[in-house]
């Protein structure tokens, strides 16, 4: 072991030194560890340490058999007579009580034995220790994982237990995994935009709620499918994007209510505008975490004023429009809904329009002479709508309808002057 390694205290090994199994496996019986006998250099048959032996002070095997026979023969200690030989050899005798030598030619060699095996026995105790504590650390975090399916992404941690790592100490070398940043990849796009890492717990959580406002509002379960580890692939994008539950409960209802379940008009206004979605695209379209969620209600709403406006008669779309024009229509709407014009706004605007616009632009034309201008549809919507431009429009409506009362009141008889006034209430 290490820390037997390197001791010094001990002299070489006699060359003339032979080790005996025997003689080291009794040794071992008696409660002496193998390390420490290796550290000695074996013992011999005589019952030396090979550091401690000499063939010129020690006994012999031959010299230790011949004690151990004359004391059998003589009916005495074998211990004793072997004592007694070597003090005669070498002038004492350290014995542990079982006929192996422990020590040199002083007792402070037992005592550095005793401290050396109790260092191993301290040694072992804190290794295993620290093998329970890691190994408890090491479950408790892969049965929190485990609760979600993902134990595997534990299981390599497996050879970090034998360190005795903390479960803290475990969770930061397992967010260093390739596998672990795989499974939750939208945390290092969150840290690049600026936002917080979520929590396992967190990121786990989120993707719960997404799945249950999908199935709540009857999506495909192709958009929350499972993959390795538990990925949805398509919940990153909302993760990393920071988007809440409501959030997307919100995207679903507007395309939903206001799209899929909209007026004609609406669903071919937004096809013309945005050519690249198709019905099956539609939900995809406003789940898109990389517009902001007021940019695709105001392009909603876009749609929706300009199928307001096709349903009065006004800004059709046919094949025959370019798309140019198609264009100009979308930035139209864009424009509108800037002003804060809802789709139900549309509507209701539009439908008053469509009740005055055609006789102001008839008027517009027959009094162009008096300096009046053209009275237009942008004029009108400036005037409903409340946009830049309101209170001239309002103005050239007014003296349209002033102009248009004198008129009639100027000339004769009663049903004449009855028919101004009828139809200048009427504009």
């Known amino acids: 072991m290490a820390e037997l390694a390197g001791i010094g205290q001990y002299k070489t090994v006699d060359p003339k030194f032979v080790r005996s199994a025997k003689a080291e496996a009794d040794a071992i019986k008696s409660g002496i560890s193998k390390e420490y006998i290796e550290s000695r250099g074996g013992v011999n048959a005589s019952g030396y340490y090979g550091d401690s032996w000499s063939a010129e002070k020690n006994l012999t095997p031959e010299e230790y058999d011949a004690a151990v026979q004359s004391a059998i023969k003589a009916g005495t200690s074998t211990g004793a007579a072997v004592n007694a030989a070597t003090n005669k050899k070498q002038g004492i005798s350290v014995s542990n009580g079982s006929g192996i030598v422990t020590g040199q030619t002083s007792g402070s060699s037992t005592a550095d034995a005793a401290a050396k095996l109790k260092a191993e026995q301290e040694a072992k105790a804190a290794a295993e220790k620290k093998l329970r504590e890691g190994q408890s650390a090491y479950d408790l975090l892969f049965s929190e994982f485990d609760r979600y399916g993902m134990?595997?992404?534990?299981?390599?941690?497996?050879?970090?237990?034998?360190?005795?790592?903390?479960?803290?100490?475990?969770?930061?070398?397992?967010?260093?995994t390739d596998t672990y940043q795989k499974r939750f990849a939208a945390n290092a796009q969150r840290i690049k935009s600026g936002l917080r890492a979520l929590s396992e717990a967190e990121y786990v959580g989120l993707e719960d709620?997404?799945?249950?406002?999908?199935?709540?509002?009857?999506?495909?379960?192709?958009?929350?499918?499972?993959?390795?580890?538990?990925?949805?692939?398509?919940?990153?994008?909302?993760?990393?994007?920071d988007v809440s539950a409501a959030e997307?409960?919100?995207?679903?209802?507007?395309?939903?209510?206001?799209?899929?379940?909209?007026?004609?008009e609406v669903s071919k206004a937004l096809r013309e505008f945005y050519p690249d979605i198709t019905n099956g695209d539609i939900l995809a379209y406003a789940l898109d975490p990389s517009q902001a969620l007021t940019n695709i209600k105001r392009k909603v709403t876009a749609a929706e004023i300009q199928g307001a406006a096709a349903g009065q008669g006004f800004n059709k779309i046919t094949p025959e429009t370019t798309q140019e024009q198609i264009r100009a229509l979308e930035q139209r709407a864009n424009y509108l809904a800037g002003y804060g014009v809802t789709?139900?706004?549309?509507?209701?605007?539009?439908?008053?329009?469509?009740?005055?616009?055609?006789?102001?632009?008839?008027l517009g034309d027959i009094y162009a002479k008096q300096g009046e201008g053209p009275f237009t549809q942008t004029t009108a919507e400036q005037e409903v709508f409340g946009t830049a431009g309101a209170t001239e429009?309002?103005?050239?409506?007014?003296?349209?309808?002033?102009?248009?009362?004198?008129?009639?009141?100027?000339?004769?008889?009663?049903?004449?002057?009855?028919?101004?006034r009828e139809r200048a209430g009427q504009f």
């Not at 999506?219 to 949805?232: E, F, H, I, N, W």
């Not at 395309?255 to 007026?263: G, H, K």
């Not at 789709?343 to 008839?362: H, K, M, N, V």
């Open 151 to 176: 134990g595997a992404l534990v299981e390599p941690l497996k050879q970090f237990i034998t360190e005795g790592l903390s479960r803290d100490e475990l969770t930061l070398r397992l967010r260093q």
């Open 209 to 241: 709620q997404y799945q249950n406002v999908m199935r709540n509002y009857g999506l495909p379960a192709s958009y929350y499918t499972k993959g390795d580890m538990g990925v949805q692939q398509g919940f990153e994008k909302f993760i990393s994007g």
């Open 248 to 264: 997307l409960e919100d995207r679903i209802q507007t395309a939903q209510n206001r799209v899929i379940n909209a007026a004609p």
């Open 343 to 362: 789709g139900e706004a549309a509507r209701q605007g539009y439908q008053t329009i469509g009740s005055f616009l055609p006789r102001a632009s008839q």
């Open 393 to 420: 429009a309002q103005r050239k409506r007014r003296r349209l309808a002033e102009l248009e009362t004198a008129q009639f009141s100027g000339t004769t008889g009663a049903a004449q002057g009855a028919l101004g």
